[in-house]
């Protein structure tokens, strides 16, 4: 069983599309070899932790106390906690949170959904600033990858991407919320995919990713 870790943040869709065709999948061979087994948030009202209950899945509220903690701090607990769970692989999805060198080095095996191409966009707002920049005429391309999570934020490893053609398609009359709709329908099969992919390399490597 390939055993899955995944962190939100908030409403938890994307986790929700991952539940629909994991954990409770049964046409899938591959889902079947697959499983979340935990939620953590780092948010109390994150409703994709009601998500992860109401399909039994075990879940983690951690939240940030700035106030009270330091950054360093909250990371030491999170790699602490994360140590306790028994997992192949943490999946950030919607993760609202940048994770430490020290946690990286204690937990590498981590990815990230992001709403950019490779070598464009990083950080917040990511399917915003490409809409924007293809009407300022600064990229033809938007899309989504998935990318193993190192220090340097959204510029991991590409394990897996989408690239959505702007230029000269239906996107150059398109609204902004429609562009929004599309990418965030492209995400959620695209880490399904990254997530098979690594559940092959899994079984075919002796168990390494």
């Given at each position: 069983?390939?055993?899955i870790?995944?962190?939100?943040?908030?409403?938890?869709?994307?986790?929700?599309?991952?539940?629909?065709n994991?954990?409770?999948?049964?046409?899938?061979?591959?889902?079947?070899?697959?499983?979340?087994v935990?939620?953590?948030?780092?948010?109390?009202?994150?409703?994709?932790?009601?998500?992860?209950?109401?399909?039994?899945?075990?879940?983690?509220?951690?939240?940030?106390?700035?106030?009270?903690?330091?950054?360093?701090?909250?990371?030491t607990?999170?790699?602490?906690?994360?140590s306790?769970?028994?997992?192949?692989?943490?999946?950030?999805?919607?993760?609202?949170?940048i994770?430490?060198?020290?946690?990286?080095?204690?937990?590498?095996?981590?990815?990230?959904?992001?709403?950019?191409?490779?070598?464009?966009?990083?950080?917040m707002?990511?399917?915003?600033?490409?809409?924007?920049?293809?009407?300022?005429?600064?990229?033809?391309?938007?899309?989504?990858?998935?990318?193993?999570?190192?220090?340097?934020?959204?510029?991991?490893?590409v394990?897996?991407?989408?690239?959505?053609?702007?230029k000269?398609?239906l996107?150059?009359?398109?609204?902004?919320?429609?562009?929004?709709?599309?990418?965030?329908?492209?995400?959620?099969?695209?880490?399904?995919?990254?997530?098979?992919?690594?559940?092959?390399?899994?079984?075919?490597?002796?168990?390494?990713?």
């Amino acid at each position: 069983m390939f055993k899955i870790l995944v962190l939100i943040s908030g409403n938890g869709t994307t986790l929700q599309h991952l539940i629909d065709n994991i954990n409770n999948s049964s046409n899938n061979s591959i889902s079947n070899n697959i499983k979340i087994v935990g939620v953590i948030s780092n948010k109390e009202d994150a409703f994709g932790l009601t998500r992860a209950k109401d399909n039994n899945i075990s879940t983690y509220c951690f939240p940030f106390k700035k106030n009270q903690q330091s950054r360093e701090s909250y990371d030491t607990q999170l790699t602490n906690l994360i140590s306790n769970i028994d997992y192949d692989l943490i999946v950030c999805a919607g993760w609202m949170h940048i994770l430490n060198s020290q946690f990286l080095t204690k937990h590498p095996k981590i990815i990230n959904i992001h709403p950019a191409l490779p070598n464009s966009y990083k950080g917040m707002y990511c399917i915003k600033k490409t809409f924007e920049g293809f009407k300022k005429g600064e990229v033809e391309q938007g899309g989504v990858m998935v990318h193993w999570v190192i220090p340097d934020v959204d510029a991991g490893e590409v394990i897996s991407q989408y690239i959505v053609q702007l230029k000269g398609t239906l996107f150059e009359s398109a609204t902004y919320e429609y562009y929004e709709q599309e990418i965030k329908k492209i995400e959620k099969n695209v880490l399904l995919n990254a997530i098979h992919s690594l559940h092959d390399r899994h079984q075919k490597n002796n168990k390494q990713i």
